[in-house]
């Protein structure tokens, strides 16, 4: 008998390694397609010739290959830390959908329920309509403010659902929700005020990747890598709080901190997408869902695979964004909606393999 | 292995409406307490602040003299397990998983005693015989397979202490004996300290030695069967009128409760002037008395001695009874007054018991009743070796026959023997 638990183990991590290594790869397909297509159409060896750089000792293989100047600061300029932006944004919705939805215990939960997105697009919006042209470490003020809205928020709603010393997760849901709705209310208001900035804040709004650089990219990544690392150090807590509160508590998880911890750390990734890139939907909702679907609740594996997938998402979303309607763009939070609302509902009718929640 | 726990001055309340007020209590290491109470008495308060899962308005729980809120998370959960009330299940790890996170608590701080890991869960899942669900997805189990896959995570945690909150409310009667073996063997074998809030009070008295009544907030009784499950504890804290007697079997203390309305409810419906009467007792009679008892019939009963399951019967629901005094033949008198009962009965019946020089004298007895046209019944069956007078019984038995007795074998012949004959005069 014990043979066979072996048995059973080794397929389980042969599974999950065969998930990420083909996550990994599709990550580089999806940005190689990413790069190669676009409104400015560049042959396909071109392509080749500048993305991969002399030392790999390739570079004898596109001798003949004329490269322009122009093409060159498209794809290292243009398309690269588009995909760069669209690959962390991606990552971090995802996440950060991952664990809202383990911390609530309600698979509903995306990362934008409690409040970031909404408190994040009212700092955008006062940025824009106020015009500001701040620089602040490497941010313009449209992200700054946007981070520090979201931010903001995340901690206005933490503190608003204490009761006596602890933060119970329902409250804090509910929370989220009402200030959420508040928030969504001011924003609309200022819109209406907005006058002749309305286009620029309805398209920020709707999400979407465009004007990336990698002085943005390299901005993001100090707080996304943070918060990556926080929220894998807790997978196992994460696993345990599934459980139930007072039930990881009894295995000795310090709820009250892994809680306040997680928050943080998933608030942090929101904040950095949304800033950077507005309202973006379905990504954080979807993916997690689906990568349970494959390997089941265990946060050690759903983390990073939901962050590969998310990434790979987002970069094709990105893409066909751009390419559509070119040379114009679509906002890719459509494009993100209109995928994966129906794909969610796919999920709902199959929804005794959701791996989650189990109607009783 | 074992942990002293030590409650002071305890007052516990959700709203800051207390509960539990001023709870103290010492539990010595390996120890294995039950904790009583009627619902809502605040058990499973009392034993989720011990857990630390909710913080006490006053007092402090200290552990081997520590004091609980000294202690980390971690380190609480090495030291003291929680089996709780059966809870949902709706994520979808498989029993395995869900099992090794009993081990959480260890995993945090050194990587050394993984390999040991393993070994601890098999064990668990053997121990509470899960061992072949260990593939499941936990949401698919029955309520008793998900009981005892929380159990098994206990187990992991190697507790000193194992607090248990109703751990067989939704366990068959085989699994609650299990169950209650194995936290029994872990506290002979290893001096874990058990307390065990537990509705099944004849449970409780067949494995746990000492006891807490709560009721009104407060420690009503504390200490031995003998001391706790009395009549007066059980009205206090239960409300309800009962009985404690010992178990005929093991002897253990047992309480049954429901007297009062069992017997006033019965009573209305009962017709005084249809009395059937019972001679002997012994476990063969009681099985004629309560099916009697159950169709409604009143009764009487006699004679019996005083250790006699006829006469507890009798004395439960008020019945007429003759009482035998212990080791005595029956005298003239007894005679006397067991024909008066049977005169004014509607029936007599003499059940399956068995026949000895003493008490022969009631089949005499109902021989002379008989007489004056109170109509018998005999239960028949395997009468030769129910005889130990050498065949006098049997000659009685057959002039019983002769004066018109009606001879069955079960309790349901001689109902319907009895119905019938009722209509029989009605038509008459």
Same mark, same amino acid.
């Given at each position: 008998?014990?043979?066979?638990?072996?048995?059973?183990?080794?397929?389980?991590?042969?599974?999950?390694?065969?998930?990420?290594?083909?996550?990994?790869?599709?990550?580089?397909?999806?940005?190689?397609?990413? @790069?190669?297509?676009?409104?400015?159409?560049?042959?396909?060896?071109?392509?080749?010739?500048?993305? +991969?750089?002399?030392?790999?000792?390739?570079?004898?293989?596109?001798?003949? &290959?004329?490269?322009?100047?122009?093409?060159?600061?498209?794809?290292?300029?243009?398309?690269?830390?588009?995909?760069?932006?669209?690959?962390?944004?991606?990552?971090?919705?995802?996440?950060?959908?991952?664990?809202?939805?383990?911390?609530? $215990?309600?698979?509903?939960?995306?990362?934008?329920?409690?409040?970031?997105?909404?408190?994040?697009? +009212?700092?955008?919006? @006062?940025?824009?309509?106020?015009?500001?042209? +701040?620089?602040?470490?490497?941010?313009?003020?449209?992200?700054?403010?946007?981070?520090?809205?979201?931010?903001?928020?995340?901690?206005?709603?933490?503190?608003?659902?204490?009761?006596?010393?602890?933060?119970?997760?329902?409250?804090?849901?509910?929370?989220?929700?009402?200030?959420?709705?508040?928030?969504?209310?001011?924003?609309?208001?200022?819109?209406?005020?907005?006058?002749?900035?309305?286009?620029?804040?309805?398209?920020?709004?709707?999400?979407?990747?465009?004007?990336?650089?990698?002085?943005?990219?390299?901005?993001?990544?100090?707080?996304?890598?943070?918060?990556?690392?926080?929220?894998?150090?807790?997978?196992?807590?994460?696993?345990?709080?599934?459980?139930?509160?007072?039930?990881?508590?009894?295995?000795?998880?310090?709820?009250?901190? &892994?809680?306040?911890? +997680?928050?943080?750390?998933?608030?942090?990734?929101?904040?950095?997408?949304?800033?950077?890139?507005?309202?973006?939907?379905?990504?954080?909702?979807?993916?997690?869902?689906?990568? $349970?679907?494959?390997?089941?609740?265990?946060?050690?594996?759903?983390?990073?695979?939901?962050?590969?997938?998310?990434?790979?998402?987002?970069?094709?979303?990105?893409?066909?964004? $751009?390419?559509?309607?070119?040379?114009?763009?679509?906002?890719?939070?459509?494009?993100?909606?209109? @995928?994966?609302?129906?794909?969610?509902?796919?999920?709902?009718?199959?929804?005794?393999?959701?791996?989650?929640?189990?109607?009783? | 292995?074992?942990?002293?726990?030590?409650?002071?001055?305890?007052?516990?309340?959700?709203?800051?409406?207390?509960?539990?007020?001023?709870?103290?209590?010492?539990?010595?290491?390996?120890?294995?307490?039950?904790?009583?109470?009627?619902?809502?008495?605040?058990?499973? !308060?009392?034993?989720?602040?011990?857990?630390?899962?909710?913080?006490?308005?006053?007092?402090?729980?200290?552990?081997?003299?520590? /004091?609980?809120?000294?202690?980390?998370?971690?380190?609480?959960?090495?030291?003291?397990?929680? #089996?709780?009330?059966? !809870?949902?299940?709706?994520?979808?790890?498989?029993?395995?998983?869900?099992?090794?996170?009993?081990?959480?608590?260890?995993?945090?701080?050194?990587?050394?005693?993984?390999?040991?890991?393993?070994? %601890? #869960?098999?064990?668990?899942?053997?121990?509470?015989?899960?061992?072949?669900?260990?593939?499941?997805?936990?949401?698919?189990?029955?309520?008793?397979?998900?009981?005892?896959?929380?159990?098994?995570?206990?187990?992991?945690?190697?507790?000193?202490?194992?607090?248990?909150?109703?751990? !067989?409310?939704?366990?068959?009667?085989?699994?609650?004996?299990?169950?209650?073996?194995?936290?029994?063997?872990?506290?002979?074998?290893?001096?874990?300290?058990?307390?065990?809030?537990?509705?099944?009070?004849?449970?409780?008295?067949?494995?746990?030695?000492?006891?807490?009544?709560?009721?009104?907030?407060?420690?009503?009784?504390?200490?031995?069967?003998?001391?706790?499950?009395?009549?007066?504890? %059980?009205?206090?804290?239960?409300?309800?009128?009962?009985?404690?007697?010992?178990?005929?079997?093991?002897?253990?203390?047992?309480?049954?409760?429901?007297?009062?309305?069992?017997?006033?409810?019965?009573?209305?419906?009962?017709?005084?002037?249809?009395?059937?009467?019972? %001679?002997?007792?012994?476990?063969?009679?009681?099985?004629?008395?309560?099916?009697?008892?159950?169709?409604?019939?009143?009764?009487?009963?006699?004679?019996?001695?005083?250790?006699?399951?006829?006469?507890?019967?009798?004395?439960?629901?008020?019945?007429? #009874?003759?009482?035998?005094?212990?080791?005595?033949?029956?005298?003239?008198?007894?005679?006397?007054?067991?024909?008066?009962?049977?005169?004014?009965?509607?029936?007599?019946?003499?059940?399956?018991?068995?026949?000895?020089?003493?008490?022969?004298?009631?089949?005499?007895?109902?021989?002379?009743?008989?007489?004056?046209?109170?109509?018998? %019944?005999?239960?028949?069956?395997?009468?030769?070796?129910?005889?130990? !007078?050498?065949?006098?019984?049997?000659?009685?038995?057959?002039?019983?026959?002769?004066?018109?007795?009606?001879?069955?074998?079960?309790? /349901?012949?001689?109902?319907?023997?009895?119905?019938?004959?009722?209509?029989?005069?009605?038509?008459?």
């Amino acid at each position: 008998m014990p043979h066979k638990g072996q048995d059973h183990k080794k397929i389980a991590k042969i599974k999950r390694g065969t998930l990420l290594i083909s996550l990994i790869l599709l990550l580089f397909v999806t940005t190689f397609m990413a @790069v190669v297509l676009g409104a400015a159409s560049i042959p396909l060896k071109s392509a080749l010739a500048i993305l +991969l750089p002399p030392f790999t000792g390739l570079d004898g293989l596109f001798k003949g &290959v004329e490269i322009t100047e122009v093409q060159r600061g498209i794809i290292l300029q243009l398309r690269l830390p588009r995909v760069m932006q669209a690959a962390i944004v991606g990552a971090s919705l995802a996440v950060a959908g991952a664990v809202f939805q383990g911390l609530f $215990r309600n698979p509903m939960a995306d990362p934008y329920v409690i409040g970031v997105s909404s408190g994040a697009a +009212l700092g955008a919006v @006062v940025a824009m309509l106020t015009g500001g042209t +701040l620089f602040f470490a490497g941010f313009t003020a449209v992200p700054l403010f946007a981070f520090i809205g979201g931010v903001l928020t995340i901690t206005l709603v933490y503190y608003m659902s204490r009761v006596g010393k602890v933060v119970p997760v329902m409250t804090l849901l509910l929370a989220g929700i009402a200030v959420s709705a508040f928030l969504s209310a001011v924003v609309s208001l200022l819109t209406y005020f907005a006058g002749e900035k309305l286009d620029q804040v309805v398209f920020w709004m709707m999400g979407g990747v465009g004007g990336a650089s990698w002085a943005r990219v390299t901005a993001m990544l100090p707080y996304v890598i943070v918060g990556f690392c926080c929220i894998y150090y807790y997978a196992k807590e994460l696993n345990v709080l599934l459980l139930g509160e007072e039930t990881a508590r009894h295995l000795g998880v310090n709820t009250e901190r &892994v809680k306040k911890i +997680l928050l943080a750390a998933a608030s942090l990734l929101v904040a950095a997408a949304v800033s950077t890139s507005g309202i973006i939907g379905f990504v954080g909702l979807v993916v997690p869902h689906f990568i $349970r679907m494959l390997v089941g609740p265990d946060h050690r594996i759903l983390l990073p695979a939901s962050s590969l997938l998310g990434a790979n998402l987002l970069i094709a979303a990105d893409t066909l964004a $751009r390419n559509i309607i070119a040379p114009a763009e679509l906002p890719v939070g459509i494009i993100t909606a209109m @995928v994966g609302a129906p794909m969610f509902i796919y999920l709902l009718k199959k929804r005794k393999k959701l791996r989650y929640f189990n109607t009783r | 292995m074992s942990l002293n726990l030590r409650v002071h001055g305890l007052s516990i309340g959700y709203d800051s409406l207390p509960i539990l007020d001023d709870m103290n209590f010492n539990l010595q290491g390996g120890e294995m307490v039950a904790l009583l109470g009627p619902n809502g008495a605040g058990k499973s !308060t009392l034993l989720r602040c011990i857990s630390k899962a909710l913080e006490p308005i006053k007092g402090t729980v200290f552990f081997n003299g520590r /004091e609980a809120g000294s202690l980390s998370a971690a380190e609480i959960a090495r030291q003291l397990a929680v #089996v709780p009330q059966d !809870t949902g299940v709706d994520f979808d790890f498989t029993v395995e998983e869900v099992i090794q996170m009993g081990r959480f608590p260890y995993d945090k701080g050194s990587r050394k005693n993984k390999t040991n890991n393993e070994s %601890i #869960v098999n064990s668990a899942m053997e121990i509470t015989g899960i061992f072949s669900l260990r593939h499941r997805s936990a949401a698919t189990l029955s309520g008793g397979e998900r009981q005892r896959m929380v159990f098994a995570r206990a187990l992991c945690q190697e507790p000193e202490l194992l607090l248990l909150d109703e751990p !067989t409310a939704n366990l068959d009667i085989g699994y609650q004996w299990e169950l209650l073996d194995i936290v029994l063997r872990l506290n002979r074998e290893k001096r874990v300290t058990v307390i065990a809030a537990i509705h099944d009070l004849n449970l409780a008295t067949l494995f746990f030695r000492q006891f807490i009544l709560l009721a009104g907030g407060k420690v009503l009784a504390s200490g031995s069967a003998e001391e706790v499950l009395t009549e007066e504890n %059980i009205l206090a804290s239960y409300g309800v009128q009962a009985s404690i007697f010992r178990h005929p079997l093991h002897g253990r203390l047992q309480v049954s409760v429901g007297k009062d309305s069992m017997s006033s409810m019965q009573k209305k419906v009962r017709d005084g002037e249809k009395r059937v009467h019972v %001679i002997g007792g012994g476990q063969e009679a009681l099985s004629v008395l309560e099916a009697l008892w159950e169709k409604g019939y009143s009764l009487s009963l006699g004679p019996v001695s005083r250790e006699d399951s006829g006469y507890h019967f009798a004395h439960f629901f008020d019945i007429p #009874v003759i009482e035998n005094p212990p080791f005595s033949s029956i005298s003239d008198e007894m005679c006397k007054e067991h024909l008066k009962l049977m005169q004014e009965s509607k029936w007599i019946v003499l059940p399956p018991i068995s026949f000895g020089e003493e008490n022969l004298r009631n089949l005499e007895t109902m021989a002379e009743a008989m007489a004056q046209g109170i109509p018998g %019944i005999v239960f028949g069956e395997q009468a030769e070796e129910r005889d130990f !007078t050498v065949g006098k019984a049997a000659s009685f038995l057959e002039r019983l026959k002769g004066q018109g007795a009606f001879f069955v074998n079960d309790s /349901e012949e001689a109902l319907a023997c009895m119905k019938n004959n009722e209509i029989h005069k009605k038509t008459d």
